[in-house]
């Protein structure tokens, strides 16, 4: 997502039969061309497709989550994802995406245009289309991360206000380190593919803001701090494997393109993240032996290699192999550490998302102050580098004041929302909901063997509740085959019931008949 390469760069390095977007070119326009609109046709084929692959990690989002949480909660879980695309997706076509790229109107803190973004046929539209559809990819992504945190507890209608309103949460700080217009853009900072406007705001802001605001679930913490079982051990393991491979499309595409040196950069920027990768699940695994007395926790490996791909993030292709390496395992080691202390101050967050996502977000955009390199002949940091690589501390500094100002404003904003929200539909569910969980409370979909029909048995007795939900049909059944078998059963009962009764009928004619012989006199002297 970072903008790289120059235009004569680019244009030298082209094949003769590609060509600089028009667009760019685009003379009579009295209106700045906004450099997310550089690119060529063969980059185009290259973000789009990797904007496609970035879409399913939504489907690695819903697994985790859903098998983090009990039973009774998962398909809830996955109906927040869902809304997230359409919902969320709806006020980023409206106004978000105008809000990072928008050219009406802008100062260094917010950009204003392309509402209800469209373009008719011409030099803009491929240019435009790519670039609304590659973001839209990431700030889905940065929508669904909060749904973990809030799972088990959140009203359902409140949390679809929440992602409809949640773009301006991720927006505008995406605008300061992305659009033109952006004042960390302007003094340096560098984010290649979203630790800090995606991971970061989605995590240490978003996902914290929303347990803290929710408050624990009911009975979280009476039995002390320790995780809650898990409901689905293999979804999550399932999860992670999808996000595993979306993210290589979300640093590798984060080139924007494969023009000029720009294909080196994102072939680089995939093995790193793999590399990454290799380190926080080693730290991952050593930590889940040492924590469980020489046991293993999937959740603690799975969360270990999120928490490392989210540190590589911010500076994908800027790093080397050893760098990478051990920016993941610090990442990694940073999540596992975390976790638990969240809970030591009784913040609720199912899934650990303030810890995979905002704390190793944090780190991420700091580490580019620390290890990156100057990717020539690309312009990503300006020419400079960290303090590892001997350029002194500005970049490290510039990474810091923009970790601080993202999550700032992105849990103040998040906070205030959710506020006004709860003033409209309250954002916490009754507690007769949280007992019978989400699934039936929210969505009337029944379990059977989750302890919601104890649930349901309970509190009908106590009055807590007065709709019957025992009426309710439990998942995996079939209505039709159960009242067909039904019918069949009686049908068949009442057949064998009156064969019965002939078949006595006969049975008690011969027996009457044998009786009646024996009473019989002898006649046979007759014959």
């Known amino acids: ?64 989550e859903s098998g983090c949480v009990s039973r009774k909660n998962e398909m809830n879980i996955m109906m927040k994802n869902v809304v997230d695309i359409f919902l969320g997706g709806i006020t980023y076509w409206a106004v978000g995406y105008g809000m990072i790229f928008g050219q009406d109107w802008t100062c260094p803190v917010l950009a204003l245009g392309d509402w209800f973004l469209d373009s008719p046929p011409g030099p803009e539209m491929g240019p435009k289309f790519t670039a609304f559809l590659f973001q839209l990819s990431f700030a889905t992504t940065a929508t669904t991360i909060v749904s973990g945190a809030m799972a088990e507890r959140c009203n359902f209608k409140a949390y679809c206000l929440f992602s409809l309103l949640n773009t301006v949460v991720y927006c505008v700080p995406a605008g300061w380190v992305w659009g033109d217009h952006g004042f960390l853009r302007r003094l340096g900072n560098v984010d290649i593919a ?21 408050g624990p ?5 009476d039995n002390g701090i320790d995780p809650l079982p898990l409901g689905t051990p293999v979804n999550c393991a399932m999860g992670l494997f999808v996000l595993w491979w979306g993210w290589l499309a979300f640093n590798s595409g984060s080139t924007y393109g494969v023009s000029g040196a720009k294909w080196a950069y994102a072939a680089k920027a995939a093995v790193m993240t793999m590399i990454s990768s290799f380190g926080g699940g080693v730290i991952g695994l050593l930590y889940s032996l040492y924590v ?5 926790n999937i959740l603690h490996i799975i969360n270990s290699v999120l928490g490392s791909l989210v540190s590589v993030t911010a500076g994908c292709y800027l790093y080397t192999s050893i760098d990478a390496f051990i920016i993941g395992s610090v990442g990694a080691l940073l999540t596992s550490i975390c976790t638990p202390l969240f809970d030591m101050i009784r913040v609720d967050d199912p899934v650990g998302a303030t810890a995979v996502h905002g704390i190793s977000g944090v780190w991420g955009v700091v580490a ?42 992105s849990f103040i904003s998040s906070y205030i929302i959710l506020w006004c929200i709860n003033k409209v ?50 998942i995996g059944s079939n209505p039709g085959h159960e009242s067909y078998l039904e019918t069949y ?7 064998q019931k009156n064969e019965k009764q002939q078949v006595n009928g006969h049975v008690m004619n011969i027996v009457h008949s044998i009786k009646f012989a024996e009473k ?6 007759i014959d």
């Open 292 to 296: 469980n007395d020489g046991h293993t």
């Open 425 to 474: 539909v309250p954002i916490r569910m009754l507690p007769h909901e949280e007992l019978l969980g989400a699934d039936l409370a929210e969505h009337l979909i029944r379990h059977t063997d989750e302890g919601v029909s104890k649930a349901i048995q309970t509190l009908l007795s106590t009055g807590c509740i007065k709709q019957d939900y025992t009426v309710i049909k439990t």
């Open 194 to 214: 979203g630790s800090g406007p995606v991971h970061l705001v989605g995590g240490v802001s978003v996902a914290f803001a929303s347990a803290l605001a929710l």
């Open 368 to 409: 580019v102050g620390l290890f990156a390199e100057n990717p020539y002949p690309l312009e990503t940091t300006s020419g400079r580098c960290g303090v590892v690589k001997g350029c002194g501390s500005y970049l490290l500094g510039i990474q810091a004041l923009a970790a601080l100002c993202l999550a700032t404003y």
């Open 520 to 525: 019989m006199p002898n006649l046979a002297w």
């Open 1 to 64: 997502m970072n903008r790289t390469g120059t235009m004569e760069e680019v244009t030298e390095a082209m094949p003769v039969n590609s060509t600089i977007s028009s667009y760019e070119r685009n003379e009579t326009s009295d209106k700045p061309i906004p450099s997310i609109y550089n690119i060529t046709f063969e980059d185009s084929n290259w973000i789009m497709t990797a904007a496609f692959i970035i879409f399913t990690m939504q489907t690695g989002f819903g697994m985790l």
């Open 489 to 495: 059963a009686k049908e068949k009962t009442a057949k």
């Open 217 to 221: 679930r009911l009975g979280r913490y």
